[in-house]
């Protein structure tokens, strides 16, 4: 791809396969009576969940499961066949993907794996339900937005937060203009983790039924270690290791600077400094207990705090983590629980503008329910995979100023940084045979 290409531009037509704005009308729009046939590629803690949200959406079709560890992939045929639906196992995606009965697949691997199912998924002509975050690199998330431009597919990101009504009330409130002129936003996670954090397991063979090689894909060839794999615990600490994730940042910190995005239009920032370090916890991971970005968006700066080691909740919020926005009359707080408006001494918000409005839409279901409006429509989705690169690539800048420990400048015409010791890092080394084209 030639590097003066301008990239990632929502103003700009590019070359072919880099267009934003392209109609995704293939001729393939399917009736209101028509099933989508979908296949499931990854069926750990997410997997399992999208599945069962899938299944209670009447359109939808599962007609094949696929996962890397024979558990996981019994567990699913067992879920699916409760909920009527007899589905193929598989254990290798590409079976999946090379199924021209199939119309979408529902990506839910580790990170690494994210960007290469969704490209070529994207080439063989299905439509893509892909987990957050986007991708386990910057340069990934730029060809997952080729690929669906290119190919003309409708792929919806698992942020779905966006469809929940406290996220939705609070771009309404930032529409409206209720808090005033907003400068400074801010979004925390905490929790306390003990010092041990998942332990110091030692290099192990892989279970009975794990296909160690294909689950690594991409990834650097290592010996298995359970805290890599992360399935011992029924939680997936492979988000702690950067060969395959970003840690907190890309975890929780999508689904806390994505609802920025939603509220003021998916603009990039211009620069993101950051520091964070293991200060307490001794396990073999890699990602940092505790870390702290600044974003200088063109008209607000956000803060982002990581306090793994401290769970006090922010602002009097019931949960550890969470979204404000700080505006000239008054702040609105937003997470899963509600939506709050607080208004600033002196406000001419009255005190009765403090409100809690509670979630009464729940997120994942009308997520799914999008998604699948938008495959028979050919619309984009509400988390059209644009908007989760954007998302997603804003917590990776933030892991490249830590690592590279440079404040970096971001420009997003050439979708790089300036600075020469940050680029490094925003690519992504793919181990053969596996090669990310579009």
């Known amino acids: ?57 009447p359109e939808v079709q599962p007609v094949a499961v696929c996962d890397v560890y024979q558990p996981h992939l019994d567990r699913a045929v067992d879920a699916a066949q409760k909920g009527g639906f007899p589905v193929k196992p598989v254990k290798d995606f590409r079976q999946v993907i090379a199924d021209r009965s199939i119309d979408a697949v529902c990506i839910a691997t ?24 986007a991708s386990k690199g910057v340069d990934e998330g ?7 431009r290119k190919y003309n597919r409708v792929v919806q990101a698992g942020t779905m937060q966006r469809s929940g009504g406290n996220f939705k009330k609070a771009a309404e409130l930032v529409a409206a203009g209720t ?26 063979t892989p279970p009975a039924g794990l296909d160690w090689d294909m689950w690594l894909g991409p990834a650097p060839a290592v010996p298995f270690n359970p805290n890599r ?62 870390m702290h970005a600044t974003f200088e968006y063109p008209k607000f700066l956000v803060t982002y705090e990581s306090r793994t080691c401290n769970s006090m909740p922010l602002l009097g919020m019931n949960q550890g983590a969470g979204t404000s926005i700080h505006g000239t009359e008054g702040t609105i707080v937003v997470n899963r629980s509600g939506v709050w408006v607080i208004p600033n001494q002196g406000s001419k918000l009255s005190a009765s503008t403090w409100q809690n409005i509670p979630d009464m839409t729940p997120m994942n279901l009308p997520h799914w329910k999008n998604f699948i409006e938008c495959i028979k429509t050919r619309q984009k989705p509400i988390s059209d995979i644009e908007t989760c690169v954007r998302s997603s690539s804003v917590c990776l800048l933030a892991n490249v100023s830590m690592r590279a420990k440079t404040r970096v400048d971001w420009d997003e015409k050439s979708w790089t940084a300036q600075q020469d010791a940050a680029r490094p890092y925003l690519k992504t080394a793919y181990r053969s045979p596996w090669k990310l084209e579009v």
């Open 1 to 57: 791809m030639d590097p003066k290409q301008p990239v990632l531009r929502r103003d700009v037509l590019t070359a072919a396969g880099t267009v934003f704005t392209t109609s995704l009308f293939t001729g393939r729009v399917k009736g209101a009576n028509d099933r989508i046939a979908v296949g499931f590629i990854g069926l750990g803690a997410m997997g399992s969940e999208n599945l069962s949200y899938a299944m209670r959406v």
């Open 229 to 290: 794999w992360g399935e011992r615990i029924h939680f997936p600490t492979f988000r702690y290791f950067w060969d395959y994730a970003g840690g907190a940042m890309t975890d929780w910190g999508v689904h806390l600077i994505d609802p920025l995005h939603q509220c003021f239009g998916e603009v990039m920032p211009k620069s993101v400094v950051a520091l964070g370090e293991k200060f307490y916890v001794q396990d073999n991971t890699d990602t940092p207990d505790t």
């Open 110 to 133: 580790p990170d690494h794996w994210h960007a290469y199912m969704t490209v070529e998924a994207c080439k063989a002509g299905k439509d893509v339900y892909v987990e957050k975050p």
């Open 179 to 204: 808090v005033g002129d907003i400068t400074f936003c801010h979004a925390f996670q905490s929790a306390s983790t003990a010092r041990e954090g998942y332990g110091n397991l030692p290099d192990a």
């Open 142 to 148: 730029l060809k997952m937005v080729q690929a669906a």
